[in-house]
Each structure stands twice: as structure tokens, then as C-alpha cells.
């Protein structure tokens, strides 16, 4: 039997496009590199960490946890509908992947005003500084990948099959920088 | 195993994770295993989500290989 050569995967162009893809990898080199600083760290300071590390209530990051693998299940259905030429379904699940992101935002902010309030700020100690430094750039990241799931909701007609891929694959990005810095900041210390 | 199957696991995952460390914080080994329960987690989004596998071996290679130096650095560098 013979493999058409066409249809192996090829090195230049993984799934959603190569930019995208270098993308995601800068980010994970950067968020790695800032954990295992967090993590070495935290080795001189055991104690210190422990103890703040405690002032957090993980249920806030155990919710945040289901709103975005939620959120990402919803992109990825979106996306197969997009390739199976279903938009009206694509359009439901990506608007599902939205509210999950908004979820997300919502129970951060929260979080956020309950640390503030018990001053908890940025600064007040080394894990509380590394908390603020990496939850808020990955908030960054949520928003801007939510601008994206908008601008792919307002194209959904006439965007590019590999264009609304890689707008999935940002936000799923988003998904593998939390399942990283959930366990480090709410589980470990 | 489709996305729904997949988004399931991830969720169980979660629960084991968080069930091991509120259950036994004071085990040496909670780190690594918490770790390691994120690195299965994070390669599921990455291969059934993001349709990695559908990516040329070296992306894959790439993404395993790393992940498990990002764990085994965790490991030891860990308090």
C-alpha cells in the first residue's frame, strides 16, 4: 500500500501554524524558567513559603482550574466543528470557551480583592511577590487570548480554518501556563 | 479518546492532585507526584487539544522531553 507523502505531518507546519506554535514555546521557556526560579527559591526559605503558601485558599485555584480545562474542552469542540464546516455549532462552543475565560476573570478578581484586603500585595513577601508576578502575567495573557476568541466570534464566517486554529491554540496556551502554576503556588509549598 | 473523554481525565487528575496534597502534605515525594499528576495534565491539553498529535515527531519528542526536564528539575531542586 502506498502513503502519500502529502499527508505526513511535517516539521514546518504543526497543527494551527509554526508562528503560533514558536509562540507558545517562548511562553512555556518563560513561565519554566520563572517557576523553577520560584521553586529554588522557595529552598532557601522553606518555612516562609509554607506559611504564605497557606494564606491561599486553593479552592480559588481549584474553581479557576475547572473554568479554564472547561473553557479549553469548549475551544477544542470548537475548533473540530470549525473543521467539520458546522460554524452554528463552532459559534456555540466558542462562545462557551469565552464564558469560561470570563469565569476565570471573575473568581481572579475575587481572589484578588481577598488578598488585598488581608494585604497580601506584591512585595509583602517572597511567595506573595512570585504569587503576583505570575498570576497577573498569566491574566494578561487570558485577556488578550479573550480579545482573540472575540475577534474569531465577530470573523467566524470568513476566517481561515488555520487562522481559527491558531487562535485555539493561544488559548489553550493560556490552559497549559495555569496547570503549571496551579499545583506550584497552591499545592506544594 | 475524544475531547470529552480527555477533558474528564483532566478533570479527575485535579481531583487527585488536590485530594494528595490536602491528604498527605507532609510526604517527600507529594511534590513529584503532584508535579507529575501537572505534566501528564499539561501533555494531554498539549496532544489531544491543541492536536499535537498530529504534529511531526520532533514536535512531539520535543514537548515530552522537555516537560519531563522541567519535572525532574522540579524534583530536585524542590524544598
Sequence with gaps: METDATSRPRLLEPPGGF??????????????????????????????????????DPRYGIANTVFLLTSGY????????????????ARRRLWLA???GLAFLGLKGVEYADKIAHDHTLGSDPF?????????????????????????LRQLATIKGDDFEAG?????????????????????F | MNHLA?????????????????RFPQLDLLPLAVMALATTKFLLVAFRFMEMRRGHLAWKVGLIGCSTLF???LAVTSP
Design chain 2, 6 to 22: 480527555t477533558y474528564l481525565v483532566l478533570l479527575a487528575l485535579t481531583a487527585v492532585s488536590v485530594f494528595a496534597a490536602e
Design chain 1, 19 to 56: 508562528f503560533i506554535w514558536m509562540l507558545v514555546v517562548l511562553e512555556l521557556v518563560t513561565f519554566g524558567v520563572a517557576l523553577i526560579a520560584l521553586v529554588v527559591s522557595a529552598r532557601n526559605d522553606p518555612e516562609t513559603y509554607h506559611q504564605s503558601r497557606l494564606l491561599l
Design chain 2, 71 to 73: 519535572l525532574v528539575f
Design chain 1, 74 to 89: 469548549f475551544m477544542a469542540e470548537s475548533v473540530r466543528h470549525f473543521h467539520q464546516a458546522d460554524r452554528s455549532r
Design chain 1, 128 to 152: 506573595f511577590t512570585w504569587y503576583w508576578l505570575l498570576t497577573v502575567f498569566h491574566l494578561m495573557h487570558v485577556l488578550v487570548g479573550l480579545v482573540i476568541l472575540g475577534c474569531m
Design chain 1, 168 to 188: 485555539g491554540i493561544f488559548w489553550h496556551m493560556c490552559d497549559l501556563i495555569w496547570l503549571l502554576l496551579f499545583p506550584i503556588l497552591y499545592l506544594i
Design chain 1, 98 to 100: 469565552i464564558a469560561g
